[in-house]
Structures are given as structure tokens and as C-alpha cells.
């Protein structure tokens, strides 16, 4: 079964000085989607001007955290349709992912079903990283508005998740970040992430409930989760060797050349260890506030920080 005009499908991305990127997203779904928002969080750099003359709905909102800016967007916006594709501003919507959610939501299949996973290609620096466990790297960003919900025990990501089944769509979804080409850009939005992710982590370790084994066969996120439990059991320090060597050599990210070699090193080693070496600080110095995230995460509004 096809589908003529528009996908019944709004698009929500969320932005700040995102002008370097939010071209090609908007690129990628204009004239599909029934309607496309922009929820900018005070953007200095032309993203607003761009994204309305792109032809999106521009709403203006203070960032607090990833979860909460979602949660206000999924709240409060004038949408029209049952679907919702939610994108970060670096992230770009393939032909084939757009002709798979057409005819997925005009057949009987989507009747049934309360949100689908897509393929994530992930870019670094010009080099799609295709190995090291990051290809396919499935994600929940197409569901009904009624069916989703949201952690917010979520500090430095955002987790989507849906009462009801899901599935997985054809195509990928392209994630190229163009604020991160330079590397210390990278590192230095990292290094502000390191310090939420190991509050994150220390909060989870105290409030987490148990992930059943029976999780490591189920859906992508529910594995998601148990190997998260798993992982929060492995010694400080050694983990991120671990992790590294898992993801370079046994999962071959040697592969992906001298691009892949940065982007294993630096995501799953170097962030890892700062994560850990967070951890310790505050266990160390009984930090009992929390951490102030309006001064540390009040960053670009992209997810790529903390995955795994």
C-alpha cells in the first residue's frame, strides 16, 4: 500500500546553534513530513532565521536538560498527527528511511504498533564509523504521542520508550555532526558530560531496579538496559580498557581507519575513563547537592555524548 501527500508524521528537532547542521535535516524532510517544529533554546548563530526560512514552526524554550526539553516539546506543541519522528539537529532522514516510513505507517502493520526503531549511521569527522559495535545502532525515534514516555532520571542523554510493541524500520537515519569536526569541540562538550554521567551513574547505582537476564534477549532497549546493570558492576577504571579493547579489536573497529582509531579512543576509552574518574571525585568528596545542570549542560542539544 503507498501513501499520497505528506507522511502522517511531525517532525520535532531540537536546537541550539545548530546552524551548521540543521540545513541538511530540515533538507531531508521537507516536503514529507505534515509538519515539522524547531524548539530552539536560544540560539545565537542563525539557527532560528534558517529553520523558518527552511518552512518550520519555530518555538522558543529555556533548556534545562535533554528529557525535560523533549517532554515540553511532546506537551505543549499544536501537533496534528499520531506520529512523531523525533531528531537531533545533526541527524538526517535517508531516502530509504522516508519511502519505509510511508509505506510502514499506510499499511496495517503500524495499526498495532506504538514505535519503531531506526538505523543510526554514525559520522565522525567526515568517516562513517561502521564497526566497533556501532553499525547497526538501533534507536526509538518514530512513535505515537499517546504511547511515549520519558526517563528523567536521564541527565545527559534522552531515553524514549513506548507502552506497546515496536518494531524496526528499513534505512538509516544519518548522524554528522559538523560543531564536533573540530576535535576540541568534541572533547570539550565531553568533558562538561563526563561530570553529569558519573552523577547519573551514582544515582542509578542507588535507585536502579533489577533488569531481569531474560532482558538480554528482548528489544534493543530492554538489552540496552541490562548491559548498562552489567557494566555498573565492573571495577572503576578497568572498564574502559575493557570497553576500548572490546569495541578496537574483538569488534573491529580497527577497521575504520584513522578516523575510527580518534573516535573508538577518545568515546570509548577517554570519555569513559573521565566518567570514571568522576565517579571517584564524588564518591570521594561525599558530594551530597546536586550537580548544577543548568551551568554544565546548557549545551548544544545533541545525544551523542553518552552512547554506547
Same mark, same amino acid.
Given at each position: 500500500?503507498?501513501?499520497?501527500?505528506?507522511?502522517? *508524521?511531525?517532525?520535532?528537532?531540537?536546537?541550539?546553534?545548530?546552524?551548521?547542521?540543521?540545513?541538511?535535516?530540515?533538507?531531508?524532510?521537507?516536503?514529507?513530513?505534515?509538519?515539522?517544529?524547531?524548539?530552539?533554546?536560544?540560539?545565537?548563530?542563525?539557527?532560528?532565521?534558517?529553520?523558518?526560512?527552511?518552512?518550520?514552526? *519555530?518555538?522558543?524554550?529555556?533548556?534545562?536538560?535533554?528529557?525535560?526539553?523533549?517532554?515540553?516539546?511532546?506537551?505543549?506543541?499544536?501537533?496534528?498527527?499520531?506520529?512523531?519522528?523525533?531528531?537531533?539537529?545533526?541527524?538526517?532522514?535517508?531516502?530509504?528511511?522516508?519511502?519505509?516510513?510511508?509505506?510502514?505507517?499506510?499499511?496495517?502493520?503500524?495499526?498495532?504498533?506504538?514505535?519503531?526503531?531506526?538505523?543510526?549511521?554514525?559520522?565522525?569527522?567526515?568517516?562513517?564509523?561502521?564497526?566497533?559495535?556501532?553499525?547497526?545502532?538501533?534507536l526509538l525515534k518514530l512513535f505515537r504521542r499517546d504511547?511515549?514516555?520519558?526517563?528523567?532520571?536521564?541527565?545527559?542523554?534522552?531515553?524514549?520508550?513506548?507502552?506497546?510493541? *515496536?518494531?524496526?524500520?528499513?534505512?538509516?537515519?544519518?548522524?554528522?555532526?559538523?560543531?564536533?569536526?573540530?576535535?576540541?569541540?568534541?572533547?570539550?562538550?565531553?568533558?562538561?558530560?563526563?561530570?553529569?554521567?558519573?552523577?547519573?551513574?551514582?544515582?542509578?547505582?542507588?535507585?536502579?531496579?533489577?533488569?531481569?537476564?531474560?532482558?538480554?534477549?528482548?528489544?534493543?532497549?530492554?538489552?540496552?538496559?541490562?548491559?548498562?546493570?552489567?557494566?555498573?558492576?565492573?571495577?572503576?577504571?578497568?572498564?574502559?580498557?575493557?570497553?576500548?579493547?572490546?569495541?578496537?579489536?574483538?569488534?573491529?573497529?580497527?577497521?575504520?581507519?584513522?578516523?575510527?582509531?580518534?573516535?573508538?579512543?577518545?568515546?570509548?576509552?577517554?570519555?569513559?575513563?573521565?566518567?570514571?574518574?568522576?565517579?571517584?571525585?564524588?564518591?570521594?568528596?561525599?558530594?551530597?547537592?546536586?550537580?548544577?545542570?543548568?551551568?554544565?549542560?546548557?549545551?548544544?542539544?545533541?545525544?551523542?555524548?553518552?552512547?554506547?
Open positions: 500500500m503507498t501513501m499520497s501527500g505528506p507522511a502522517p *508524521v511531525t517532525v520535532v528537532v531540537l536546537t541550539r546553534n545548530e546552524a551548521r547542521n540543521l540545513a541538511a535535516c530540515l533538507d531531508s524532510v521537507r516536503e514529507w513530513a505534515h509538519d515539522v517544529f524547531v524548539v530552539d533554546s536560544g540560539s545565537t548563530d542563525g539557527t532560528v532565521v534558517l529553520a523558518e526560512a527552511a518552512g518550520a514552526t *519555530v518555538v522558543v524554550h529555556p533548556f534545562e536538560t535533554h528529557t525535560r526539553q523533549w517532554r515540553w516539546a511532546l506537551d505543549t506543541l499544536p501537533i496534528r498527527t499520531e506520529w512523531i519522528l523525533a531528531l537531533d539537529a545533526d541527524q538526517r532522514v535517508t531516502p530509504e528511511l522516508r519511502a519505509s516510513i510511508g509505506a510502514t505507517l499506510a499499511g496495517f502493520q503500524s495499526r498495532e504498533t506504538a514505535g519503531y526503531f531506526v538505523n543510526r549511521r554514525q559520522i565522525f569527522r567526515g568517516r562513517w564509523i561502521r564497526h566497533g559495535g556501532y553499525y547497526p545502532k538501533y504511547a511515549v514516555a520519558l526517563d528523567d532520571r536521564d541527565l545527559v542523554d534522552h531515553h524514549f520508550a513506548v507502552n506497546g510493541a *515496536v518494531s524496526r524500520l528499513a534505512g538509516d537515519l544519518i548522524e554528522d555532526n559538523h560543531n564536533e569536526r573540530a576535535i576540541a569541540e568534541w572533547t570539550a562538550k565531553h568533558n562538561r558530560y563526563a561530570v553529569l554521567q558519573a552523577r547519573q551513574e551514582i544515582l542509578a547505582t542507588l535507585n536502579r531496579e533489577r533488569v531481569p537476564m531474560s532482558a538480554l534477549f528482548g528489544h534493543t532497549d530492554a538489552r540496552t538496559m541490562w548491559l548498562k546493570q552489567q557494566w555498573a558492576r565492573l571495577p572503576l577504571f578497568v572498564r574502559p580498557c575493557f570497553y576500548v579493547f572490546y569495541r578496537y579489536v574483538l569488534r573491529a573497529g580497527f577497521l575504520d581507519g584513522r578516523e575510527g582509531f580518534v573516535f573508538h579512543v577518545l568515546q570509548g576509552f577517554w570519555y569513559r575513563l573521565l566518567v570514571d574518574i568522576n565517579i571517584a571525585e564524588q564518591h570521594e568528596a561525599s558530594v551530597e547537592a546536586p550537580v548544577d545542570v543548568d551551568a554544565t549542560l546548557h549545551a548544544p542539544a545533541h545525544h551523542d555524548a553518552g552512547k554506547s
